[in-house]
């Protein structure tokens, strides 16, 4: 201890690309209360630095001191590291497989059931490349309504008002689904298959129900639309991949467009 009494400590800590971090804190720290950063050593050791100053009120002529905080994260970034490479290889084998079903329903299924399919399939994957990019944790909604409004033929023909919410990993690939058998439809049978036609959706809170959202697809300008006699595969996916989070969903069929309305928990 006596050894180091009394001398700078920068002889007495060196960080690698940081030969002024002390100088630099000090001046950082004129309009911030601290300054926090990372860095190596010289024995490849990684830390988290915070340095503050101590201010004494009632001495304010009085030399600064100095707090230095030294936090070996090397273990922790190191973990980090091995994680994000696991991630990235999880990413490329989900690829690679969403790629093997895709070339083998090209071969086996005919059409119009191959290019469905396909398509549902890479719906799909963009729902999980959102999710890898965020570590799987939490995509915004706005991920989700951007890529549908591409596919739908971009902001003219589709329009959505919402709160970029973070949305879970099941609600992300649930909505991500639902998203592409509605556009789907749409381009086919409904507002999208013409060219005055577009779609609006909106969200909000639920009234009386907390942390719930209302989420609202509303068809504009399209064919005049009537109540289908029998439930199609589409309806029964959106059911399916939403109802089973606990998601509420009504579909209604008024003359000017379709509209569906779907209530659900963005943390389910």
């Known amino acids: ?17 940081h030969p002024d971090w002390f100088e630099e804190g000090r001046r950082h720290c004129r309009d911030a209360p601290e300054m926090v950063f990372e860095a190596l050593d010289g024995n490849d050791r990684e830390y988290e630095v915070t340095l503050a100053p101590i201010r004494q009120a009632k001495r304010r002529q009085a030399k600064t001191d100095w707090s230095v905080v030294l936090r070996d994260i090397t273990e922790r970034k190191a973990v980090a590291r091995r994680l994000e490479v696991v991630v990235d290889e999880m990413r490329h084998r989900l690829k690679n497989t969403l790629g093997i079903v895709t070339g083998m329903a090209r071969q086996t299924l005919s059409e119009p059931d191959k290019s469905a399919f396909v398509d549902r399939l890479h719906a ?61 439809n749409a381009l086919k049978y409904g507002a999208l298959s013409v060219p005055g036609g577009h779609v609006e959706i909106t969200c909000a809170p639920e009234p009386g129900d907390a942390g719930k959202l209302r989420l609202i697809w509303s068809e504009h300008g399209g064919p005049i639309v009537q109540e289908p006699t029998r439930i199609g595969f589409g309806t029964r996916m959106i059911r399916m991949v939403l109802g089973s ?12 467009g379709l509209r569906c309305e779907v209530r659900f928990d963005p943390q389910v």
Request: proline share 6%.
């Open 124 to 184: 799909l994957s963009h729902a999980h490349d959102a999710l890898f990019r965020e570590n799987w944790e939490s995509v915004g909604l706005h991920e989700l309504l951007t890529f549908a409004q591409r596919a739908a033929g971009g902001p003219g023909r589709l329009r959505y008002d919402a709160p970029n919410v973070a949305l879970s990993s099941q609600r992300t690939m649930g909505l991500s689904m639902a998203f592409h058998e509605l556009v789907t």
């Open 245 to 256: 989070d606990g998601a509420r969903i009504d579909f209604r069929f008024p003359p000017e």
């Open 1 to 17: 201890m006596d050894e180091v009494i009394g001398r700078p400590v920068t002889e007495i800590v060196h960080f690698d690309g």
